[in-house]
């Protein structure tokens, strides 16, 4: 337990809260393991329902035709249990590897992450992008190397290639015995434990250590053997856990196991427990904010349209950073000056809402609106404070947004307002008034946009073809911007909140832009407000 604890409900209540996320390469075991954890906590009417893919998922999740349409989840939800006198709120977010912002964003809304990789592939490429978000803050990360019941690559390479391609220390706190076929569970390198895989996770064998004979009995010499000289070469030659450097998010712990044939999970469960920080303070202007803190503060990393189709409202994903929220509170949005009831918060469990009686920091929490609440917002009891560090990320494809029927003109200017503001898409104006441009991160969010321009708002739209591949956001003092606009009126644009960007047809024009206005900055993410 941390050595602040607990001086008052709020304190306390914080202390408890452990608020994470896992980040994976798609097939590496997310939805796998994600079953497994929630199994563990209790949550057992659930595994089922992160685990359907097919008919299954989509009666659960018809709000959304774009998602009965690819089977795929569009929606970040927030799965809440509790072990051991913790309560987990695990962020979950869409595995697809072509619809990231959602959660790049909500990384900014954890205070630690589980990094899950293919034993056979170790770190892939969506596996690195997501840890480089996390490094933007420094978050914790907790490696869990998944599918050792399969052909697995060495451990020293994998430890050697986490190290290498992430630039981040890894030591390893479990120990795999036999591979593939001969994996017969892992050695617990701290507790010097031995936890079999085909008992449950919480029958560990303790042993006086490696050299107790009783270890040939029960995985055979030969694997007995093995594992004695890797342990030592181990111990020897890799990174000691080291609970300061991980929580500094320099060193990430890394454990195995088999999420599918649910071995190693409870042992996962057990890091996150006891090495995973609960809510710390959180950076803002003016001031940082402690969880402890008496006062409700929070911000809105994620708002979601139409999640049940009886009510056709909005869903800000709030999450709160001190204080606690009771229903019937009254939050000031800073950003406005304007009070929202928070009349009926939501806990999100999975897909299903549940009425909240209270929360706490750490915890994250729906609030119905009308298109009020935005991405970034923060809410007080009263105090002018702005958390810092939901961002935006330059879109990689940009598109023209054409009507087919030019008499919706008004009404397609209504949904791209509205879609921007919930984060679907980027929306810019382009300076020289020619047709607005949307921007995203990849592909299927495209398939999105058109989907509920279509269904929700009924504006028919294609996407045609822009000159540009990148954009920036620019920034410097107003003269050099007023200049910059006007010398490139065809090229630069407004985003959704009238900050000034550039749109390039290619890298090397950015770098041409960037030495030909020194005085300037070209920015990839931006900070909301
Ligand atoms: P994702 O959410 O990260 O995309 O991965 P998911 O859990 O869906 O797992 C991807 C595939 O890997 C699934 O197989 C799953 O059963 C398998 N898998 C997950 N964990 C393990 C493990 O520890 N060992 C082994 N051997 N396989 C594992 P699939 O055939 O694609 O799907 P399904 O037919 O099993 O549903």
């Keep these: 337990m941390d050595a602040h604890v607990a001086q008052t409900p709020v304190a306390a209540e914080a202390a408890r809260r452990r608020t994470f996320a896992i980040i994976a390469h798609p097939d590496a075991g997310k939805t796998t393991l994600t079953e497994k954890l929630l199994l563990k906590g209790g949550a057992i009417q659930l595994a089922g329902a992160v685990r359907a893919k097919g008919n299954a998922r989509r009666t659960r999740s018809d709000w959304m035709k774009i998602e009965q349409d690819r089977g795929i989840s569009v929606a970040t939800s927030v799965m809440t249990f509790e072990r051991g006198g913790l309560v987990f709120n695990l962020l979950d977010t869409p595995g697809h590897e072509d619809f990231s912002e959602d959660t790049y964003r909500t990384l900014t809304a954890v205070d630690a992450a589980v990094m899950v990789l293919d034993a056979a592939k170790g770190i892939e490429s969506q596996t690195r992008k997501l840890f480089e978000v996390c490094r933007l803050r420094d978050i914790p990360i907790i490696t869990f190397v998944n599918k050792m019941d399969r052909e697995a690559r060495d451990p020293f390479e994998l430890i050697d290639e986490i190290e290498k391609t992430l630039a981040l220390d890894a030591a390893p706190v479990a120990w795999p015995v036999g591979r593939a076929a001969q994996f017969a569970g892992t050695w617990d390198l701290l507790e010097r434990r031995f936890l079999p895989v085909d008992a449950d996770d919480g029958a560990a ?60 999970v409870g042992h996962l469960l057990d890091g996150l427990a006891r090495y995973a920080p609960p809510p710390g303070p959180r950076a803002g202007d003016p001031r940082e904010v402690q969880p ?36 019937g509170m009254r939050l000031k ?27 706490w920091p750490g915890d994250v929490v729906g609030v119905a609106n009308h298109g009020t609440l935005r991405i970034g917002d923060t809410l007080t009891e009263g105090e002018e404070l702005n958390f810092r560090g939901v961002p935006s990320f330059a879109p990689e494809i940009l598109r023209h947004v054409q009507l087919e029927d030019p008499m919706l003109a008004k009404k397609l200017k209504t949904a791209l307002d509205q879609l921007a503001e919930e984060g679907v898409v980027q929306l810019f104006r382009p ?34 073809d822009t000159m540009w591949s990148m954009m920036r956001w620019v920034t410097g003092g107003k003269p050099e911007l007023e200049r910059f606009a006007e010398a490139n009126r065809r090229d630069a644009g407004e985003d959704h909140d009238g900050e000034l960007v550039a749109f390039f047809g290619s890298d090397w024009r950015r770098k041409r832009a960037e030495e030909e ?13």
């Design 333 to 359: 949005q800073v950003r406005t000056g304007k009070q929202v009831p928070v009349n009926a918060p939501l806990f999100f469990f999975a897909k299903d809402r549940q009425v909240a009686e209270e929360a």
């Design 292 to 327: 402890g803190e008496d006062k409700l503060t929070g911000f809105v990393f994620k708002v979601q349209a139409n999640m049940d189709p009886n009510h056709r409202d909005r869903v800000a994903f709030l999450r709160l950073c001190s204080g606690k929220l009771t229903k």
């Design 517 to 529: 206005w020194p005085a300037l900055r070209f920015h990839a993410v931006r900070e909301q407000h």
């Design 205 to 264: 064998i303790r042993l006086a250590g490696l050299d107790d004979p009783r270890l040939e009995a029960l995985v055979g010499a030969e694997r007995a053997a093995a594992l004695r000289e890797e342990a030592e070469l181990a111990e020897a030659g890799l990174n000691a856990f080291d609970l300061e450097a991980f929580r500094e998010g320099h060193l990430t712990p890394v454990f195995f196991g088999s999420a599918l044939r649910d071995f190693g």
């Design 431 to 464: 300076l020289d008034g020619s047709l607005p441009v949307v921007g995203v991160v990849g592909q299927l969010q495209l398939d999105v946009l058109q989907s509920r321009l279509k269904v929700e708002y009924g504006v028919p739209a294609r996407f045609q």
